[in-house]
């Protein structure tokens, strides 16, 4: 569902940049195998988490190349060059961003060099709450960082020229590559949700925040070598099998010697519960179940808290399909396909303006009106963020003929912004922050809305609700973020819009 961008960044100024990146990361070490093209297939499988750069850095271990453009994966990359890229490690990115930060500088993976000569290249899915505080830190280093990803290339190229001398230590010893101990070390300093992997010419590694907001898998290849990646759907295309998450707060450091495991914190896990309702992609698995199999149980809980009278259940494609589904099953309502989707268009999600955003949503569902006419419907979608797009929606299908438009939702209102790495909107915007349910069921002139309850939604993830964070649904943040960014800038720059 929509989820709209903020304002630009104020250059040089990563704090108020409204970088909110949710991206895609893999990495590969794999000596004898053609590692551009797993990164390029990697980056495919994860294309729905950024769709506005892509880049691949490899090291045949003397040298690092990095290629990153603007745009798809298959429009940035072609066999020719794939082809230039030789070597037997690589780091790769998709990303989406905010307007003003799509820019080829932004995109990663993001490369430095140390200033005694060795390269180091790294791509981040995440969004930190201190960079400020790195920033200062760093001093005029940091002053021209203009995103939160080139920040921590900075620490971590300072860091790995250092280590393991003079830096910032946990009391874990220090026997490693420069780069693993330069990660933990930065790690240590990294405040909000990081899922990163980075590589110098000889090194691959891979932390996650103490927290585990965002996904970060690690599998293992056929002829040997190992691939870490956002999600398992990027292990399976490239025919990894599933090892393990990186655990929240750990370092996983691959080369020659093979596979090992630091920890820069303890573990105090809160995963995304926004990753289950929308994000990922249906057929990743975490260790408890598919997203495919928790979005089935949304819809049939759903069906349990808000039943209601009706000839048919359709999904808001895509999210909302596996929904559908189980709401049908459960209600014992048919379900069909109401809605076509032209899959050439982006997710509305990541659209960078307001007016591309809503001309995406034109473009990109059309209804079947031999399907819907005449039908009292039940419609399954996984949020309403502003409110345009589900009213957008309910409007289109009364064009179509529907009867009624009985419109369900598989989560909560969304109440809060998130910081730690969806680019939603400002608490201004949310539809859900201020409306009540008969409110919004009002704005979007639908017969009846319901959502699910944050405690069924919960369970449908089959994890602890202390093990995940919610705070877009209930406010709670796991990581506290700092005050200026919780009430400041972007309503600010809000107001200066309208
Ligand atoms: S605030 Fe919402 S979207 Fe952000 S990490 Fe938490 S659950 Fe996910």
Redesign the pocket.
């Known amino acids: 569902m929509p989820v709209d961008v903020d304002e630009p960044a104020a250059p040089g100024d990563p704090a108020r940049s409204g970088v909110r990146d949710e991206c895609g990361v893999f990495a590969v070490f794999a000596p004898g195998e053609d590692v551009a093209k797993l990164c390029y297939y990697g980056l495919y499988a994860l294309q729905h988490r950024g769709q506005e750069s892509a880049g691949i850095a490899v090291s045949d271990g003397r040298n690092i190349l990095v290629t990153k453009e603007m745009g798809l994966v298959n429009q940035v990359f072609d066999e020719a060059r794939l082809a230039s890229l030789e070597g037997h490690i690589g780091v790769a990115h998709v990303r989406y961003s905010t307007t003003g930060s799509s820019t080829w500088d932004n995109a990663q993976p993001a490369f430095k060099v140390t200033p005694s000569g060795s390269g180091l290249a790294l791509a981040h899915n995440g969004n930190l709450v201190n960079t400020t505080d790195l920033a200062r830190r760093l001093g005029p280093e940091g002053e021209k960082c203009a995103t939160d990803s080139a920040l921590m290339a900075t620490l971590l190229a300072r860091d790995a020229d250092v280590a393991p001398m003079d830096t910032p230590r946990t009391d874990t010893p220090l026997t490693d590559t420069p780069l693993a101990d330069a990660m933990v070390s930065t790690c240590t300093q990294l405040q909000g ?1 990081f899922s990163l992997v980075a590589m110098d010419e000889t090194t691959v590694v891979a932390a996650r925040d103490t927290h585990g ?2 996904p970060l898998v690690i599998g293992r290849l056929p002829r040997g070598g190992y691939v870490i990646a956002s999600e398992t759907a990027a292990l399976d295309i490239v025919g990894a099998h599933l090892l393990r998450d990186v655990d929240p707060g750990e370092v996983v450091i691959i080369d020659e010697r093979g596979l090992r495991s630091r920890r820069f914190a303890d573990a105090t896990p ?1 995963g ?4 289950y309702v929308y ?1 990922a992609r249906p057929d990743h698995r975490t260790a408890e179940t598919t997203v495919y199999a928790a979005r089935r149980r949304m819809g049939m809980a759903l069906a349990g808290e808000a039943p209601i009278d009706a000839d048919l259940v359709i999904p808001v494609p895509d999210s909302g399909t596996a929904g559908a589904s189980g709401y049908a099953e459960a209600a014992g309502i048919p379900y069909a396909e109401g809605l076509t989707k032209n899959r050439y268009v982006g997710r509305t999600f990541i659209q960078p303006t307001q007016s591309l955003r809503e001309l995406g949503i034109r473009l990109k569902l059309n209804p079947l009106r031999d399907v819907i006419e005449g039908q009292r419907l039940v419609v399954v979608d996984d949020s309403i963020v502003r409110g345009n797009t589900s009213r957008q929606l309910v409007a289109m299908l009364r064009d179509a003929g529907a009867a009624q438009v009985h419109l369900r939702i598989t989560a909560p209102p ?1 109440t ?7 680019d ?1 909107a400002t608490r201004a915007e949310l539809i859900g922050s201020d409306l009540s349910v008969e409110q919004i069921c009002d704005f979007v002139g639908a017969d009846t809305l319901a959502y699910l309850s944050l405690d069924a939604l919960v369970a449908t993830t089959k994890r602890p609700k202390s093990q ?6 209930d406010g709670e ?2 990581i506290p973020v700092p005050g200026e960014q919780l009430t400041g800038g972007k309503d600010v720059l809000l107001r200066m819009r309208a």
Do not use: K, N, Q, S
Request: glycine share 4%; net charge neutral.
């Open positions: 949700a907001v965002r809160h995304c519960l926004f990753e994000v969304i809060d912004p998130c910081f730690y790495g969806i939603m995940l964070c919610r705070a877009c649904f943040y796991p």
